[in-house]
């Protein structure tokens, strides 16, 4: 007999095959090739009626803000039509088996700077609303797609656009493979954000990241607050209403909020209390988000110290993953949720090499939230803006980060051997995009027409 069995929750120390043939083996059912195949399911939604129905669960005086920015572009579209692309994926698409914890919504957009413990500035995926575990190749479907989308409405070529998005996967399958040769522990911090530029191939865009890191350092809680509050004659602070986008609601509405806050130290590790402990919450107000959190409930609140400086808290909705149906339909597990604001904190905290350290949850009136810190040092790289040159060097970064996230929970090695080292895999996720850029062209071109025609409502410059 053996002096220490197997450990439950660690590996066995003796395996039959190995991650990467076994990986390598998923070729013969999945071919990489296959990953260019894009096949509209029978019976898929009308556009506009999914729109409609993810309307259906939301505050109904701000759907048509929601609709408004989704028709603003066909980039715009795909960013709050996360649930149609899953339908799409799950029904539509080819799928390897291989699950890593997703971000769900992993467009182009959906990565940028934000502040460390220390006020370091890191870079990463940064929205994780519709985080859940899945096929890998989910995300980066989806992001080599919005890499197309935003390209094409920053006027570059065809070919331009198109190698944007296959350098996006040939950038996640080389940092696989890097990461696969690694040992564990290194592989779990390795590419830092000061090697990332140099990994990534992505020297042209060092000026622009140089540029929105100084913006990034800039927004902060007391900025923000400097911006958003006024002083009150008893000395204390309160928001300045700026609607539709801020606005204090009614007293009762403000401290149900500030009351769930309790609930919400109690998710923090214990270490990390005594950080709030100095702080007062002086007021709370509505604040509209996102393009696809439009509708959602979320708020801002207002922490004050004992030396007067303010910190602002986001208490955001967290409503049920809009993957969750395609996941389960396309057969891959759907484990149960506890409770959706945990969800997602524990979905960021998978994926990030590093989040914010006053990352919660707790729930308001019945419903869940996520809790995290409001303007806590963050940029982004818009990619829709960005030099026709500069366009496949952000493919190649985000790319990059992307591999790093989903190897926090799935074994780099099987995604590795999948992949292997020739292009074939970067080659198909490309044509893929292409062919989903242009059913997502018609898909915001028919949000259009019914907007034109009355058909759903829409509030435009929100």
């Known amino acids: 007999m053996e002096r220490i069995p197997d450990v439950e929750g660690f590996a066995p120390r003796w395996s039959p095959g190995s991650p990467k043939k076994d990986g390598k083996a998923l070729r013969a059912s999945v071919p990489r090739s296959a990953h260019a195949d894009f096949t509209e399911p029978p019976g898929r939604p009308d556009p506009v009626t999914a729109v409609e129905e993810s309307n259906a669960v939301r505050l109904p005086h701000l759907t048509p803000i929601r609709v408004g920015r989704m028709a603003a572009g066909p980039f715009a579209f795909l960013r709050g039509s996360a649930g149609l692309m899953a339908h799409d994926l799950a029904h539509g698409t080819p799928a390897t088996g291989l699950t890593a914890q997703l971000c769900g919504d992993a467009h182009a957009a959906n990565f940028g700077l934000y502040g460390d413990a220390r006020s370091r ?39 331009t656009c198109r190698t944007a998005a296959r350098d996006a996967a040939g950038s996640d399958r080389r940092t696989m493979r890097l990461l696969a040769k690694m040992p564990a522990a290194e592989a779990w911090n390795a590419v830092a954000d000061e090697e990332l530029v140099s990994h990534a191939d992505a020297h042209d865009l060092a000026g622009t990241l140089a540029r929105v890191a100084d913006k990034a350092r800039r927004n902060t809680s007391a900025r923000f607050a400097a911006k958003s509050t006024e002083r009150l004659a008893d000395g204390g602070l309160r928001f300045t209403d700026a609607p539709p986008v801020l606005r204090r609601g009614p007293d009762a509405e403000a401290a149900t909020v500030a009351a769930s806050l309790a609930g919400y130290l109690r998710t923090l590790p214990e270490d990390r209390r005594p950080l709030l402990g100095r702080d007062s919450v002086h007021d709370v107000a509505f604040r509209i988000v996102g393009t696809g959190s439009v509708g959602t409930r979320s708020y801002v609140v207002l922490l004050v110290d004992h030396r ?53 949850w707790t729930t308001v009136d019945g419903r869940p939230f996520q809790v995290r810190q409001f303007r806590n040092r963050k940029g982004s790289v818009d990619p829709a803006a960005l030099a026709p040159g500069q366009l496949d060097d952000y493919a190649r970064m985000t790319g990059a980060l992307m591999a790093r996230a989903h190897s926090h929970s799935a074994d780099p090695r099987g995604i590795a051997g999948y992949c292997g080292r020739g292009e074939e895999l970067d080659e198909a996720v490309a044509r893929f995009a292409v062919a989903y850029a242009e059913r997502t062209e018609a898909d915001h071109a028919a949000l259009v027409r019914a907007v034109r025609e009355g058909r759903i409502a829409a509030e435009t410059g929100v």
Do not use: C, Y
Not at 138 to 146: E, G, I, P
Not at 323 to 343: K, T
């Open 308 to 360: 007067g400086e303010p910190l602002v808290l986001q208490v955001k909705e967290a409503r049920p993953s809009v993957l969750l149906p395609h996941l389960a339909r396309a057969g891959f597990p759907v484990p149960p949720v506890e409770h959706e604001g945990r969800r997602v904190v524990l979905g960021q905290q998978r994926m990030q090499v590093v989040s914010d350290v006053l990352l919660g």
């Open 121 to 159: 500035l890191v870079i990463d995926l940064n929205d994780f609303d519709e985080t859940a575990p899945g096929p890998w190749e989910w995300d980066l479907k989806r992001l080599a797609t919005s890499l197309v989308l935003a390209g094409r409405e920053a006027g570059a070529d065809e070919d």
